[in-house]
T-cell receptor, first 113, second 115 residues
Framework: EDQVTQSPEALRLQEGESSSLNCSYT??????LFWYRQDPGKGPEFLFT???AGEEKEKERLKATLTKKESFLHITAPKPEDSATYLC??????????????FGAGTRLFVKA | ETGVTQTPRHLVMGMTNKKSLKCEQH?????MYWYKQSAKKPLELMFV???????ENNSVPSRFSPECPNSSHLFLHLHTLQPEDSALYLC??????????????FGPGTRLTVL
């Protein structure tokens, strides 16, 4: 069964304390892995798309990496404004045909000043 | 306006009411989506439209009825809902290619409360 699992469920950091969020996946026919940021009461905001193992992308304090089994979202020297829920999603092409997008449950990040 | 907009932002309705949620995208995309987001659960895909045709329906109760009159507008018609249907309803759009990663862009959502 296709699955996307994010860990930890919640993460509390001090300002400046770097860390990583994990997204592990089990899907057939990966066509892309997405990271989103979601603030309370708002829709998810697109951050990155990764297509193949070994790929990396950066944006400000965030860096996303991808292997054949998981993706990491590294946060370097976080600030309180980085507090949000980070969602991972995978687009897959099942052997039965068609495409589907599967979201993880998210990691809630709290950064304290 | 730019991006994906949704109206209303908040909606409170009784179980016997009929209401509709509206989504509009200004990105020139060909695919639109409805998601349900409940507390501490992953986003649940409800409906997918590509070029105004429904291409996916993930076993959603018939009390939810989608409508896509053109590639820029998407509606979700609601009737005789249950309290467990209370959630954040998100609309998204994407370029809609059959191949490739097809990044989705989300609207701000409609917070629905069913009394």
């Amino acid at each position: 069964e296709d699955q996307v699992t994010q860990s930890p469920e919640a993460l509390r950091l001090q300002e400046g304390e770097s860390s990583s969020l994990n997204c592990s996946y089990t899907v057939s026919g990966l066509r892309g892995l997405f990271w989103y940021r979601q603030d309370p009461g708002k829709g998810p905001e697109f951050l990155f798309t990764l297509y193949s193992a070994g790929e990396e992308k950066e944006k400000e304090r965030l860096k996303a990496t991808l292997t054949k089994k998981e993706s990491f979202l590294h946060i370097t020297a976080p600030k309180p404004e980085d507090s949000a829920t980070y969602l991972c999603a995978v687009r897959a092409e099942p052997l039965t045909g068609g495409f589907k997008t599967i979201f993880g449950a998210g990691t809630r990040l709290f950064v304290k000043a | 306006e730019t991006g994906v907009t949704q109206t209303p932002r908040h909606l409170v309705m009784g179980m016997t009411n009929k209401k509709s949620l509206k989504c509009e995208q200004h990105l020139g995309h060909n695919a639109m989506y409805w998601y349900k987001q409940s507390a501490k659960k992953p986003l649940e895909l409800m409906f997918v439209y590509s070029l105004e045709e429904r291409v996916e329906n993930n076993s959603v109760p018939s009390r939810f009825s989608p409508e896509c009159p053109n590639s820029s507008h998407l509606f979700l018609h609601l009737h005789t809902l249950q309290p467990e249907d209370s959630a954040l309803y998100l609309c998204a759009s994407s370029q809609g290619g059959l191949a490739g990663a097809d990044t989705q862009y989300f609207g701000p959502g409609t917070r629905l409360t069913v009394l």
